[in-house]
């Protein structure tokens, strides 16, 4: 699977939009990019998937570059709750020897 | 909602003490996936199962071990539980051509 990079930490105000940023340079034309979020003591929740367009559902909308080099997770209006480590994953889909490994992600602060 | 349950939720034991965590899923996933971790860090695959009597060793090594006797049964068993057991352990499911992961709320373990 392509390594990503994402930033550690972010903070967002309460009712603004938060873009998480993630870099996959080095990944490869059959291979997804997928965003999971984990809050607080919980299990990672699924958030959305995409492979090269854009793509939106009720919890966010995910921005791929056309070079598919970087992606971008948009919460449109965060709200505490979204406080969480927020995961960004390539893998190719459908590949049943392929699991998702899961980096150190970022960690969204919501603040009031 | 994932129908993915883990249990006990929270365990505390002596050094010694053979103990087994809980995981059933009632979607009728093929794939099932445990993972550990530590407060603050990655999520490591210590094991999966493509389907029943299917089990493998994943990134992390553990000392623990893994059945799968029955499609939505994947418990995973300590023979002698030490204090370097201690951490989250979170059990995972999908089904075929399924991408979402449902993740379980997790055992959080402590080896006294």
């Known amino acids: 699977d392509a390594k990503t990079t994402q930033p550690p930490s972010m903070d967002c105000a309460e009712g603004r939009a938060a873009n998480l940023p993630c870099n996959h340079s080095?990944?490869?034309?059959?291979?997804?990019v997928y965003w999971y979020r984990q809050i607080h003591s919980q299990g990672p929740q699924y958030i959305i998937h995409g492979l090269k367009n854009n793509e939106t559902n009720e919890m966010a909308s995910l921005i791929i570059t056309e070079d598919r080099k970087s992606s971008t997770l948009i919460l449109p209006h965060a709200t505490l709750r979204d406080t969480a480590v927020y995961y960004c994953i390539v893998r190719v889909a459908n590949n049943a020897g392929n699991m998702l490994t899961f980096g150190g992600g970022t960690r969204l602060m919501v603040k009031p | 909602e994932a129908d993915i349950y883990q249990t006990p939720r929270y365990l505390v034991i002596g050094t010694g003490k053979k103990i087994t965590l809980e995981c059933s899923q009632t979607m009728g996933h093929d794939k099932m996936y445990w993972y550990q971790q530590d407060p603050g860090m990655e999520l490591h695959l210590i094991h999966y199962?493509?389907?029943?009597?299917?089990?493998e060793k994943g990134d992390l090594s553990s000392e623990s071990t893994v059945s799968r006797i029955r499609t939505e049964h994947f418990p995973l068993t300590l023979e002698s539980a030490r204090p370097s057991h201690t951490s989250q352990y979170l059990c995972?499911?999908?089904?075929?051509?399924?991408?979402?992961?449902?993740f379980g709320s997790g055992t959080q373990l402590s080896v006294l």
């Open positions: 199962s493509y389907g029943v009597n299917s089990t």
């Open positions: 080095t990944i490869s034309g059959n291979e997804y």
């Open positions: 995972a499911s999908r089904g075929q051509g399924n991408e979402k992961l449902f």
